[in-house]
DNA sequence: CGCCTATTTTTCTGATTGGTTAATTAACCG
DNA sequence: CGGTTAATTAACCAATCAGAAAAATAGGCG
């Protein structure tokens, strides 16, 4: 028996969508996608307050995209893609209907042969 | 010559996630999957008032994730996919991150023989 | 025209967000 | 111990968000 975890999925997307709807962020995670990094080494690149990375690297941690550890007075940042690959698995849920398009097109160009072979039977 | 729209790609990935982040807007779309509806239509299934339907699918709008129509007093909603199409591309980039498990999987098993292999040299 | 239905705009909440500065904690180094 | 570096917490601010209620608009329909 498999108990419902809908509710439980939809607010975990909540947190994720809600944390990679900022750049800074996803800039972050990019930067992680290269390799662990401390918090210093992640701000460096921006025009922002330590404090403010510091509140967006909470964000990711609390969202489950990031992990960190603890080494001496640094605290390593670790990027965690579970979630992202739900992300992509929500969007491929779509996928057909962009893909669509093609098989619109598809009949579109089938229509248009078909009408060019009634007015030219045999060509 | 191709110019850079890195910024504009950016913002527009802002309001795609930031739309995203909440489960009464991806229930939205989850119902516009199945084709075209009012917001009556799609408010229906919600214990909220209109007027936050409306704003959600302004939201949905604004993120160009949903277009309307126009019949008579209706504004019949519409999905277009290819926002999500560019959610599931960003997601993609990562993939080689959440695949890796398997490969830092082989890594450890290599290991363990390595040292096994330095503990008996010959075995 | 006046009514009914569909939808939006306005106005107002309380909560959250993204940022700042200043102060604090944690851990190393001499 | 005192100083330095790494990072967080606290306190604050302006802007945005999600919702409600009430009023306004838009477009048939009798």
Redesign the interface.
Known sequence: MTITTATLD??R???T??A????TR?AI?ARL?QGEATVNDLAAPFALTLPAISKHIKVLEHAGLVTRGRRAQFRPCT?D??R??E??DW?????H??DDRFDRLDTYVRDLRQIHDQKEPHS
């Open positions: 939809e607010d997307l909540d947190d969508f809600a990679l709807a900022n750049s996803r995670l996608a990027l893609a579970t992202l690959a992300v992509s969007a491929e849920q779509y996928r209907i962009w």
